[in-house]
């Protein structure tokens, strides 16, 4: 018996556009002022400086905008950090850009989004709503927007972190942050039932703190769901840390052994650690 076809995650265009026009323009003025240092400093994604994360981010937005992907100097495919195709396409625009100048490089990224950001804009709603091939597998073309929104935003953290600049409250708050937990959130049924094992019948509260605070509830009956609340019911399992920390640990950033203090749990511990142990589901 074949399993019922997922539903396609219908989103506001308005509210996505918001978040991903936004978090672009937060990449450009970090990273405007920076000097040769700082454009080479090495981000936690093996291999890459921050030159490479902003190459990528245009050579993404290019190929959206049917750009062809270039070829590159040697077999990708092979470097220890590429794990799948999509890495493969990753990988050849980051390697085509690090002859080009910073300079140019951000004035190529300004270009980019700008032809991208009237691009959306125009774009109908029917189109906006069709099924089309993302990063999470078939869904609406809003969704992968946010699958955008999510890539871009966790980049602009990569290059914070590279570089000793963690975003304060006002930098942190805003449409793209929201939309980024959202899209997390999306997958946590998956990560808390398959990859952290939670038992059927199990319900867990990832309760986020800080200034991106929000609890994200997870049933697991035969697989894990998120919900809005358990009903009248208390969770079995409760698992507490910084938004931006849990973000930055599915993202698979750091490693939890650096931060394990910083997590805490209630109810049945042993499932949550497993969940926070196989938090990183990231691609």
């Given at each position: 018996?074949?399993?019922p076809p997922?539903p396609v995650?219908?989103l506001?265009k308005?509210a996505?556009?918001?978040g991903l026009?936004?978090v672009?323009?937060?990449?450009?003025?970090?990273v405007?002022g920076f000097?040769?240092?700082?454009?080479?400093a090495?981000t936690s994604l093996?291999?890459w400086s921050?030159?490479d994360?902003?190459a990528?981010i245009?050579g993404?937005?290019?190929?959206l905008?049917g750009?062809?992907?270039?070829?590159?100097?040697?077999d990708?495919?092979t470097?220890?950090h590429?794990r799948?195709?999509?890495g493969?396409?990753?990988e050849?625009?980051v390697?085509?850009?690090r002859?080009?100048?910073?300079?140019?490089?951000?004035?190529?990224?300004?270009?980019?989004?700008?032809?991208r950001?009237k691009a959306l804009s125009d774009?109908?709603?029917?189109?906006?709503?069709?099924?089309?091939?993302?990063p999470?597998?078939?869904?609406s073309?809003?969704r992968?927007?946010?699958?955008r929104?999510f890539?871009?935003?966790?980049?602009?953290?990569d290059?914070?972190?590279a570089v000793g600049?963690?975003?304060?409250?006002?930098?942190?708050v805003?449409?793209?942050s929201?939309?980024a937990l959202?899209?997390m959130?999306?997958?946590?049924?998956?990560?808390?039932?398959k990859l952290?094992g939670?038992?059927?019948g199990?319900?867990?509260?990832i309760?986020?703190?800080?200034?991106?605070?929000r609890?994200i509830?997870?049933?697991?009956?035969?697989?894990?769901?998120?919900?809005?609340?358990f009903?009248?019911?208390?969770?079995?399992t409760?698992i507490?840390?910084?938004?931006l920390?849990?973000s930055?640990l599915?993202?698979?950033?750091v490693?939890?052994?650096?931060?394990a203090?910083?997590?805490?749990?209630?109810g049945?511990e042993?499932?949550?650690?497993?969940i926070?142990?196989?938090?990183?589901y990231?691609?």
């Open positions: 018996m074949s399993s997922r995650t219908t506001d308005p996505v556009l918001a026009f936004e672009w323009r937060n990449l450009d003025t970090l405007s000097g040769d240092e700082q454009w080479q090495q093996p291999g921050v030159h994360v902003v990528h245009w993404t937005e290019s190929m905008q750009v062809d992907t270039p070829e590159a100097d040697l990708v495919s470097l220890e590429v799948n195709d999509i493969v396409l990753n050849r625009w390697r085509r850009m002859s080009v100048p910073p300079a140019e490089l951000l004035e190529r990224f300004r270009a980019t989004t700008a032809d950001r774009m109908s709603n029917s189109a906006w709503n069709e099924v089309t091939a993302t999470a597998g078939p869904d073309y809003g992968f927007m946010r699958v929104v890539d871009c935003w966790m980049h602009e953290h290059i914070r972190d600049r963690p975003a304060g409250t006002s930098e942190l805003g449409p793209a929201e939309l959202d899209e959130a999306a997958s946590m049924g998956f990560v808390v039932g952290g939670a038992p059927d199990a319900r867990v509260s309760e986020l703190a800080g200034p991106l605070g609890t509830n997870v049933a697991v009956e035969g697989r894990g769901r998120v919900v809005d609340d009903g009248d019911a208390d969770p079995t409760t507490r840390l910084d938004a920390l849990f930055r599915a993202g698979g950033r490693p939890l052994a650096q931060h203090d910083a997590v805490s749990y209630g049945d042993a499932v949550g650690r497993r926070v142990e196989h938090l990183n990231v691609i």
